[in-house]
């Protein structure tokens, strides 16, 4: 069995992760959005690997002492193998890396298989941003775990 392993985002990666995008979310970032973060200073893409197949990827931007992932996601055929442990593990050791304190996160209040995963690796839940998905429409809880 090939393990996973955790490389920062590159350019190559980017055609299956917005194929990615679109299999898990119902507003995708594009191609050209997902390029536009090779070249922002704040934006730390990483892809998860295995073998030869890209199976998930996160993306946080740190900003000072502040760090919030922006998207996470994996393959469905390749959930419940450790990929998105793996991803929020390589999420929290760069912020740390470069001075962030916390890291914080939105996800559907309806997720509970996420914030299961969330809460098993330290994050709390400090508040809500109602009305914040969109197709469908619902609330988001917000979670954050200290570094």
């Not at 920062?8 to 299999?23: D, F, T, V």
């Not at 330290?122 to 609330?139: I, S």
Request: aromatic content about 8%.
């Amino acid at each position: 069995m090939n393990e996973i392993i955790i490389v920062p985002m590159c350019k190559e990666h980017i055609p299956e992760l917005a194929r990615l995008e679109k299999l898990c979310f119902s507003q995708p970032w594009s191609e050209k959005s997902l390029e536009e973060e090779l070249d922002n200073h704040i934006a730390h893409f990483f892809t998860a690997i295995k073998g030869d197949r890209i199976i998930g990827y996160i993306g946080t931007f740190v900003v000072c002492e502040s760090a919030n992932i922006s998207n996470i996601a994996v393959f469905p055929e390749y959930r419940r193998q450790g990929a998105a442990r793996a991803l929020i593990t390589e999420a929290c050791r760069n912020s740390l890396s470069l001075g962030a304190q916390s890291l914080s996160l939105e996800v559907r209040v309806s997720n509970s298989e996420a914030i299961s995963l969330y809460s098993s690796m330290g994050f709390e839940e400090v508040g809500m941003r109602k009305g914040f998905y969109r197709a469908p429409a619902e609330d988001a809880l917000i979670l954050t775990k200290e570094l």
